[in-house]
């Protein structure tokens, strides 16, 4: 293929591309469920706030308290194994502590303490919540309604992304471009297991549901456990939900880039089924699409429009999610550096074994 064939075909894929995201993320500007504050209906479902907690005294003395504030009736903590007094924390705090069993063989980290966790509930509704993750007054109100609403077997709530530093903004808010960006919210009633997401930050079953299927024990050896769980229930005839947190459930995932770039090596691979050269690809698109802009002459055809898509896509999911402060929409700036950053996360997928919380996984 002669070069001005190439770079129009180039151009073509890319605009393709920016294309394709932009009407994805319109689509779901326009339906996507956003939470706001509810009171708890006066007829509801006994609920079971569940929180895997492994290492996480640091978090639960800024999330617990507002968790336990939500009216449930019953919030259990399982201590998975921590060395640095989650247990202790977590009791003191007022929330009623398990002390986790030994991972057995075949089993990862977080479905196993999911599981214990819905083994020992009460509950009717199952509400599985990471221990990072904040509840403002009418969370739990809101939740419930959004789950009555869907008419969902299974929800998952997206909450929005607190970034404080500069190295939690480099990649952590990938997370909601790849969902916005990707995923219609449409296509989640398409019957195929394959138009499935979730967020393991914060997952509603009916008790009824999670023991149809299994429990967590349907995902044992998953890294990533959500949005296989997600696919799975959908498989078995399970309906799905998404929504987004916006003000009233947040979260704070990483507080470093070295912690962006453990947590996201450790999901990517599953995420691009578990294959390097899709991986390989993967990384090479994205250098191509939101770098090679910047390093092509600004008079070359096209380039500017190219440009201009890669910085605004980032602004604009974050302004669906709520993210609106100034810093919070300068990280669309970052664009061009992004694939760039997020090298050392596919390094990372690439590997056989992946370490996360003290623990190595085969991938």
Request: hydrophobic letters at 45%; aromatic letters at 8%; glycine letters at 10%.
């Given at each position: 293929?002669r070069?001005?064939?190439?770079?129009?075909?180039?151009?073509?894929?890319?605009?393709?591309?920016?294309?394709?995201?932009?009407?994805?993320?319109?689509?779901?500007?326009?339906?996507?469920?956003?939470?706001?504050?509810?009171?708890?209906?006066?007829?509801?479902?006994?609920?079971?706030?569940l929180?895997?907690?492994?290492?996480?005294?640091?978090?639960?003395?800024?999330?617990?308290?507002?968790?336990?504030?939500?009216?449930?009736?019953?919030?259990?903590?399982?201590?998975?194994?921590?060395?640095?007094?989650?247990?202790?924390?977590?009791?003191?705090?007022?929330?009623?502590v398990?002390?986790?069993?030994?991972?057995p063989?075949?089993?990862?980290?977080?479905?196993w303490a999911?599981?214990?966790?819905?083994?020992?509930?009460?509950?009717?509704?199952l509400?599985f919540?990471?221990?990072?993750?904040?509840?403002?007054?009418?969370?739990?109100?809101?939740?419930?309604?959004?789950?009555?609403?869907?008419?969902?077997?299974?929800?998952?709530?997206?909450?929005?992304?607190?970034?404080?530093?500069?190295?939690?903004?480099?990649?952590?808010?990938?997370?909601d471009?790849?969902?916005l960006?990707?995923?219609?919210?449409?296509?989640?009633?398409?019957?195929?297991?394959?138009?499935?997401?979730?967020?393991?930050?914060?997952?509603?079953?009916?008790?009824?549901?999670?023991?149809?299927?299994?429990?967590?024990?349907?995902?044992?050896?998953?890294?990533?456990?959500?949005?296989?769980?997600?696919?799975?229930?959908?498989?078995?005839?399970?309906?799905?939900?998404?929504?987004?947190?916006?003000?009233?459930?947040?979260?704070?995932?990483?507080?470093?880039?070295?912690?962006?770039?453990?947590?996201?090596?450790?999901?990517?691979?599953?995420?691009?089924?578990?294959?390097?050269?899709?991986?390989?690809?993967?990384?090479?698109?994205?250098?191509?699409?939101?770098?090679?802009?910047?390093?092509l002459?600004?008079?070359?055809?096209?380039?500017?429009?190219l440009?201009?898509?890669?910085?605004?896509?980032?602004?604009?999911?974050?302004l669906?999610?709520?993210?609106?402060?100034?810093?919070?929409?300068?990280?669309?700036?970052?664009?061009?550096?992004?694939?760039?950053?997020?090298?050392?996360?596919?390094?990372?997928?690439?590997?056989?074994?992946?370490?996360?919380?003290?623990?190595?996984?085969?991938?």
């Amino acid at each position: 293929m002669r070069r001005p064939d190439l770079a129009r075909a180039y151009r073509l894929t890319a605009a393709g591309f920016f294309g394709y995201k932009a009407l994805t993320l319109l689509v779901n500007a326009l339906t996507y469920p956003r939470l706001r504050p509810r009171p708890l209906p006066p007829k509801r479902p006994r609920v079971s706030l569940l929180v895997p907690a492994r290492n996480e005294a640091h978090n639960l003395p800024h999330t617990l308290p507002g968790l336990l504030a939500q009216g449930a009736e019953e919030v259990l903590v399982l201590d998975d194994g921590s060395t640095d007094g989650t247990a202790e924390v977590a009791a003191r705090l007022g929330a009623r502590v398990l002390t986790g069993a030994p991972l057995p063989p075949g089993w990862h980290g977080k479905p196993w303490a999911c599981q214990q966790l819905g083994e020992a509930a009460t509950g009717e509704v199952l509400i599985f919540t990471d221990a990072d993750v904040e509840w403002h007054p009418g969370a739990l109100g809101a939740v419930l309604h959004e789950f009555a609403r869907s008419g969902a077997d299974f929800l998952s709530v997206y909450p929005r992304q607190r970034n404080e530093t500069l190295g939690e903004r480099l990649l952590t808010p990938l997370v909601d471009a790849v969902l916005l960006t990707f995923l219609p919210h449409p296509l989640l009633r398409f019957p195929h297991p394959s138009a499935a997401a979730a967020n393991g930050q914060l997952l509603v079953l009916r008790r009824e549901t999670y023991c149809r299927v299994g429990g967590h024990a349907l995902v044992r050896s998953e890294l990533l456990e959500d949005v296989a769980f997600a696919s799975r229930v959908k498989a078995r005839g399970g309906r799905l939900g998404l929504a987004l947190g916006r003000g009233v459930l947040e979260v704070r995932m990483y507080r470093s880039y070295p912690d962006s770039v453990g947590g996201f090596g450790k999901n990517v691979g599953s995420f691009h089924g578990r294959s390097r050269a899709l991986l390989a690809a993967s990384l090479g698109w994205h250098l191509a699409a939101y770098t090679l802009p910047w390093l092509l002459p600004g008079k070359a055809p096209g380039v500017w429009p190219l440009r201009l898509a890669g910085l605004a896509e980032r602004t604009a999911v974050n302004l669906l999610t709520g993210r609106r402060r100034p810093a919070d929409l300068a990280e669309g700036l970052l664009a061009p550096v992004t694939p760039l950053l997020a090298l050392p996360v596919y390094r990372r997928a690439m590997r056989r074994k992946v370490a996360w919380k003290g623990r190595k996984y085969e991938q």
